[in-house]
């Protein structure tokens, strides 16, 4: 199968296509992503909190996440392959973070791009100091600007970013524009007004990818547990619920469990095994 390169990416973005993300786990959520034919998988350190139940990203194992890129990497589809650095992966020193950006790159031939949280380039020289490094070393990196769930201390929690004044906005915008400059080849704006969404995407000739930031952007990106409902917990208001997976999932197994306490399951016309009689009277005999 012949997988979807930057290029691709880039001719589509140049025709005007919007573009669609979509988060995966493991070797299933990845063979979903594939099939849905979306342009792209991120495998998105999110998966902290709706794979293994940790309670924000930031908990997230460097080896635990490796296991799980390596899981979405086995699978043969058309998706192109983005992998996030989780925290603690990349923050002590350029060294640590080139080595471990290395590293993930070379998990699998699948992995062509990393995405890397950062705040603005106005506040945080070290991130942008670091994808230059990598974008110098032939790593393509998708930045990760607006909320960045990582830096959700910082930001003193979950809210919309570049709101509150035109200086929030412009550093934004400067942002954008200077990973652009550095040879970033699109950029990931999370939960930033339509308006300033929009504006950037407009100004900019990098793709942009969008989640909770309006219909202007280049794409969009989805976490694959939040669209499919996986397990009817509370999502943002910017998701949109494509269908109810954990309902689905639970009620099938209520009634399987039903369904053997009655004894109704298996039938043994469907689910069983016949021996030939001849084989039979012989033993009994
Ligand atoms: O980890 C993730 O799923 C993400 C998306 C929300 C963009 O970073
Ligand atoms: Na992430």
Request: glycine share 6%.
């Given at each position: 199968?012949?997988r979807?390169?930057?290029?691709?990416i880039?001719?589509k973005?140049?025709?005007g296509?919007?573009?669609t993300?979509?988060t995966?786990?493991d070797?299933?959520?990845a063979?979903?992503?594939?099939?849905?034919?979306?342009?792209?998988i991120?495998?998105?350190?999110?998966?902290?909190?709706?794979?293994?139940?940790?309670?924000?990203?930031?908990?997230?194992?460097?080896d635990?996440?490796?296991?799980?890129?390596?899981s979405?990497?086995?699978?043969r589809g058309?998706?192109?392959?983005?992998v996030?650095?989780?925290?603690?992966?990349?923050?002590?020193?350029?060294?640590?973070?080139?080595?471990?950006?290395?590293?993930?790159?070379?998990?699998?031939?699948?992995?062509?791009s990393l995405?890397?949280?950062?705040?603005?380039?106005?506040?945080?020289?070290?991130?942008f100091?670091l994808?230059?490094e990598?974008?110098?070393r032939?790593?393509?990196?998708?930045?990760?600007?607006g909320?960045?769930?990582q830096?959700a201390?910082?930001?003193?929690?979950?809210k919309?970013?570049?709101?509150?004044?035109?200086?929030?906005?412009?550093?934004?915008?400067?942002?954008?524009?200077?990973?652009?400059?550095?040879g970033?080849?699109?950029c990931?704006?999370e939960?930033v007004?339509?308006?300033?969404?929009?504006f950037?995407t407009?100004?900019?000739?990098?793709?942009?990818?969008?989640?909770?930031?309006g219909?202007?952007?280049?794409?969009q990106?989805?976490?694959?547990?939040?669209?499919l409902?996986m397990?009817n917990?509370r999502?943002p208001?910017f998701?949109?619920?494509?269908n109810s997976?954990?309902?689905?999932?639970?009620?099938?197994?209520?009634k399987?469990n039903?369904?053997?306490?009655?004894?109704?399951?298996p039938?043994?016309?469907?689910?069983a095994?016949?021996?030939?009689?001849?084989?039979?009277q012989?033993?009994?005999?």
């Open positions: 199968i012949r979807i390169t930057i290029q691709d880039q001719k973005y140049k025709n296509t919007h573009l993300m979509c995966a786990y070797y299933i959520t063979n979903w992503v594939h099939k849905s034919q979306c342009d792209m991120l495998v998105g350190d999110s998966l902290a909190m709706t794979s293994l139940g940790y309670d924000s990203t930031t908990d997230l194992p460097f635990e996440f490796k296991y799980h890129v390596k979405v990497c086995r699978t058309p998706s192109l392959i983005v996030d650095m989780p925290f603690g992966s990349f923050e002590q020193s350029l060294e640590f973070g080139i080595s471990n950006a290395v590293e993930l790159m070379k998990l699998s031939s699948g992995v062509t995405k890397i949280e950062m705040g603005t380039y106005a506040k945080d020289k070290y991130t100091q994808i230059k990598l974008c110098s032939g790593i393509p990196v998708m930045p990760h600007i909320l960045t769930p830096r201390h910082s930001l003193s929690g979950f919309v970013q570049a709101s509150k004044d035109a200086t929030a906005i412009r550093d934004l915008y400067e942002t954008a524009l200077k990973l652009q400059e550095l970033c080849w699109s990931l704006l939960c007004p339509h308006k300033v969404a929009s950037i407009s100004k900019l000739r990098i793709p942009t990818i969008g989640i909770g930031a219909g202007g952007t280049s794409g990106v989805l976490v694959v547990a939040d669209m409902d397990q917990n999502v208001r998701v949109k619920k494509y997976l954990e309902n689905i999932a639970v009620e099938s197994l209520k399987y039903e369904d053997v306490t009655t004894n109704t399951f039938e043994t016309d469907l689910h095994f016949k021996v030939k009689e001849d084989v039979w012989d033993f009994v005999s």
